[in-house]
């Protein structure tokens, strides 16, 4: 199933946004879900991770502290609250679900997610 993004925008550094990922259609099966982001030129970045067992979250050492991941079950969306906005975190952000689970590592390689959405963009300028 696809997920699809929504929350973004643009803010000053310091700003905060939040950031929703709900499944494109009606399933009744929660995912392991990350987050990443791209920006012009480089590499799609996992930044963070949520299970869908016990919540158990993972957090990549650019965001941690400053992002937070969270999951309503009863709405199946995954959010990510991001605070402190920088002048390096503008990027295209996508959520997707886990082939296998949110785990160490594999938290943040882009290969073991699929079904990517759109993306939804994200700027941080004063």
């Known amino acids: 199933v696809q997920f699809v993004e929504s929350g973004g925008g643009s803010v000053q550094p310091g700003g905060s946004l939040r950031l929703s990922c709900a499944p494109s259609?009606?399933?009744?099966?929660?995912?392991?879900v990350g987050w990443f982001r791209q920006a012009p030129g480089k590499e799609r970045e996992g930044i963070s991770c949520?299970?869908?067992?016990?919540?158990?979250?993972y957090y990549t050492d650019s965001v941690k502290g400053r992002f937070t991941i969270a999951r309503d079950n009863t709405k199946n969306t995954v959010y990510l609250q991001m605070n402190n906005l920088k002048p390096e975190d503008p990027a295209t952000y996508y959520c997707?679900?886990?082939?296998?689970?949110?785990?160490?590592?594999?938290?943040?390689?882009?290969?073991?997610?699929?079904?990517w959405g759109q993306g939804i963009q994200v700027t941080v300028s004063s």
């Open positions: 949520i299970n869908v067992r016990d919540n158990t979250t």
């Open positions: 997707a679900p886990a082939l296998l689970l949110c785990f160490g590592a594999r938290s943040f390689s882009p290969r073991l997610f699929d079904s």
């Open positions: 259609t009606f399933t009744e099966e929660n995912y392991d």
